[in-house]
């Protein structure tokens, strides 16, 4: 059983992985393990290794003592790439126990409790982070792109800083992206992504009415880098709020430009779900040698994008 916030779970800890398992290299299960090449850093030979049966994991390969093993929680916050807390969220609604008995539920509706206002990041902490990395650069990012998203680096853990707006531009967490491997992590005490859209405030700004829609930031700051607004979930996965947001703005038509993969598929699927009626909907064609907008040749991308159809036609090839 896997404890959270007071609760134990019994999760299924190979379900919640198997989305996820097409973006690992050498992949085996055996003695109730789950064996891999580690996916926060590119190795040939297997080092990681995930218990089936408690979800602890360990990256045997590494050289950082602070992913060297961790819990399923920390394990699942960067296949989702959503913080701690919010994969703390999704397992609790998803395997904790509803309390049958009314009784033992504790309702204090008399009181009033103040919330706590939202975090907002203030500048001063950005400012620290005011140095240039070749590391987006080297991805296709624009210098002009990366100033108007804040983008700057942490010299202390090496990493690029990719501040989080809400839709008046106010910075409410930031993600930081090490450079030399595949790990990412998020500041202490932002706000949660799971009530925000990535890139959502300069679609405000410009009135933008055609917008691509990605998983992740690096995809969505590619696209503006070639004058092509996009905005990106963070993950793959839409919260009732973050669809609200994007019904609420001047969104008229959405294009859907989700990974190559297994995840991209689902997440493609959902999010035609979600917003059909709500913009109309077409889904950019990514050639199959490429895993996301971002490995698409800069020569190429322009091409590309002309290669939309309907989202029905990927519905209806779904229900065949």
Not at 212 to 235: K, Q, R, T
Request: glycine residues 6%; negative net charge.
């Amino acid at each position: 059983m896997y404890k959270i916030k007071g609760q134990e779970l019994d999760i299924n800890y190979l379900e919640e992985l198997t989305p996820y398992v097409d973006s690992l290299k050498r992949v085996s299960e055996r003695g109730g393990k789950l064996l891999a090449c580690s996916p926060f850093r590119d190795e040939r030979r297997p080092s990681f290794a995930v218990n089936l049966e408690d979800g602890m994991w360990i990256d045997s390969g590494s050289t950082d003592d602070r992913w060297k093993k961790g819990n399923f929680t920390r394990l699942l916050s960067y296949f989702m790439n959503v913080s701690f807390e919010e994969v703390e969220d999704y397992l609790v609604e998803k395997y904790g126990e509803i309390l049958a008995d009314t009784d033992a539920l504790k309702l204090t509706l008399s009181i009033e409790i103040d919330k706590p206002e939202p975090i907002i990041v203030p500048f001063d902490e950005l400012k620290k982070y005011q140095f240039r990395h070749g590391y987006l650069e080297g991805r296709g990012i624009s210098e002009k792109v990366q100033k108007a998203f804040k983008i700057g680096f942490d010299r202390g853990s090496k990493a690029i800083t990719l501040p989080w707006m809400d839709v008046k531009g106010k910075v409410i967490n930031i993600k930081y992206r090490s450079v030399s491997d595949k790990r990412f992590w998020y500041m202490s005490g932002g706000q949660a992504l799971k009530s925000h859209v990535y890139g959502l405030n300069f679609i405000y700004r410009g009135n933008y009415n055609e917008v691509y829609v990605v998983e992740a930031e690096i995809d969505a700051l590619y696209l503006w880098s070639h004058g092509i607004p996009a905005i990106a979930f963070g993950g793959a996965n839409i919260t009732d709020v973050q669809h609200k947001l994007i019904y609420d703005s001047p969104i008229e038509q959405l294009v859907i430009a989700t990974d190559n993969d297994t995840v991209g598929q689902k997440f493609k699927r959902q999010i035609a779900e979600r917003f059909a009626g709500v913009a109309e909907l077409k889904e950019l064609l990514i050639p199959p040698q490429y895993k996301d907008v971002n490995e698409i040749p800069p020569e190429q991308i322009s091409e590309v994008v002309k290669n939309t159809s309907s989202i029905h036609h990927f519905l209806w090839r779904l229900s065949c």
